[in-house]
């Protein structure tokens, strides 16, 4: 039996949790020729850019592609797949909160109930099983098809039900086809979502009368990892497979730094390619270092080669294991092309995937962001992947540096407690080599032709 009503949290509450321990796999693990991009970005801490569905999930997905394409010469799209309970909890407790405050007189049943309406109660929730996905159509040359509205698009609350009276004709026909095809291999629809259906989760169980569910919640940590460069400049990472767009890097970076308030910068690292790729596209020479790091404990290897965004050239880096968690990075940057400017008072380092005005003042600490903004408005640098304006102090034989850097994709503007880019552009404007951080740690640089040397210590704080 089916049931063909839009089910609400008292028809799923009732279903009894699975207890299968079927792995979770990429969703695109039975036919690659699935599309798999996010659209919310909020599991790359966890998954980075792979979306992961049970097994089986995805063994039928296969099997709806496969039809799909020799019947409609249309593919699957899948956007979401599992989601970590924390995730989920987050998304329930704010919308019930908003709720709440709008509906004081209801019970807490009652607003458990109507908040179940908008962000499913983490308990009988599908993503969390990794049995649901969020799911649309495109053409086979990957040209999105036209299903009446976008996929989680709640602006109208009848458009969005898979047997809406609202959409045109052709619409009605492509969500039928999706409904179809999902149905006939034993997924359930969510009718009141057109792009939601879901296999062995509590609501696939009360969609087809079921007592039991296969599936229980699945707990994940977040798998990114976090660094402290040369004492602070704390920079989150997370591996990855397969390159991305600037879009997907730029929210992925978001969705990382959005982990703590105290994380400065963030980027991917492609461990098949061997590149990082910064939110911004920026050049960074402490996340270089972390990237080494990394890199190194993925491949099992003290020395690693690879590139990194903003920089034209190759990076080597040799790490030395100071303890469990604390390195030596002496990293390498081949090639790399650079121009110092005098503007009056000022040296502009240009290193192309970061410009550095450097100002040798005393750190204007009550107003730097505003003169830092004033700097980049006044020398036409808006257009750059980042610009930062160092203030630095020689004293000894040595360079004393607060650097504040801008970052234009992902629009942050953060007072960096080190910088080893700065420390380059500081080093090149002055030949000095020690470079003292706002940590009171020093970034050692060496410059030889076209090559420049940074080394410094790198500490992983925390893993997942």
């Known amino acids: 039996m089916k049931n063909t009503t839009i089910l609400t949290y008292e028809d799923v509450k009732k279903i009894r949790s699975g207890q299968s321990t079927e792995r979770l796999v990429s969703v695109r693990s039975y036919d690659d020729s699935i599309q798999a991009q996010y659209e919310k970005y909020d599991m790359v801490p966890y998954t980075g850019l792979e979306i992961l569905v049970r097994e089986t999930v995805a063994k039928e997905l296969a099997i709806v592609n496969r039809r799909l394409k020799a019947e409609y010469n249309l593919s699957l799209k899948v956007v979401y ?3 970590a309970c924390e ?3 987050d998304y329930y407790e704010k919308r019930k909160a908003e709720l709440k405050a ?4 209801l019970s807490q049943e009652e607003l458990r109930s109507l908040t179940h309406n908008f962000v499913a109660v983490p308990e009988v929730a599908g993503h969390v ?19 009446g509205t976008r996929v989680a698009d709640y602006s109208d609350d009848e458009s969005i039900k898979t047997l809406a009276t609202t959409i045109s004709g052709s619409q009605k026909r492509l969500r039928k086809i999706l409904l179809k095809e999902m149905v006939s291999v034993g997924f359930a629809p969510f009718l009141g979502e057109w792009w939601h259906f879901s296999y062995g989760d509590k609501e696939w169980a009360a969609y087809y009368e079921k007592p039991n569910a296969l599936y229980g919640p699945i707990d994940m940590q977040k798998t990114a990892a976090t660094f402290k460069i040369a004492g602070g400049n704390k920079t989150i990472l997370q591996a990855v497979k397969g390159n991305a767009s600037e879009e997907v890097n730029a929210h992925s970076g978001k ?12 980027g991917l690292v492609n461990i098949e390619s061997k590149r990082l790729e910064m939110a911004g596209g920026e050049f960074c020479g402490n996340a270089s270092a972390a990237a080494a790091v990394l890199l190194a404990n993925e491949l099992g290897k003290s020395s690693v080669n690879y590139s990194v965004s903003g920089f034209n050239g190759n990076v080597t880096a040799k790490v030395v294991r100071l303890d469990a968690k604390e390195f030596r990075v002496r990293t390498s940057f081949n090639g790399m092309n650079y121009k110092v400017i005098k503007k009056g008072q000022l040296d502009i380092v240009d290193m192309g995937g970061i410009v550095h005005i450097l100002v040798e003042e005393e750190f204007p600490v ?3 962001e505003l003169l830092q903004r004033e700097l980049v408005g006044m020398l036409d640098l808006r257009d750059r992947k980042a610009v930062g304006a160092i203030w630095y102090k020689k004293q000894r034989g040595k360079v004393s540096i607060d650097p504040v ?6 629009d942050t503007l953060y007072y960096e407690s080190a910088c080893g880019s700065g420390a380059i552009a500081v080093a090149l ?5 020690d470079i003292i951080q706002p940590t009171g740690e020093c970034i050692y640089v060496d410059i030889k032709n076209d090559k420049v040397i940074t080394e410094c210590e790198v500490a992983i704080i925390n893993e997942g």
């Open 102 to 105: 709008s509906n004081p007189q």
């Open 87 to 89: 995730v989920q909890t």
């Open 129 to 147: 099983t990794g049995g649901a996905v969020d799911i649309t159509l495109v053409g086979l040359t990957g040209d999105a098809c036209d299903m």
């Open 366 to 368: 009550a107003n730097y």
């Open 81 to 83: 797949g599992y989601r």
């Open 405 to 410: 850097v801008w970052v234009n994709e992902v």
């Open 429 to 433: 404007a002055t030949n000095m080599r």
């Open 255 to 266: 969705a990382l730094m959005g982990i703590s308030k105290l994380v400065e910068q963030a």
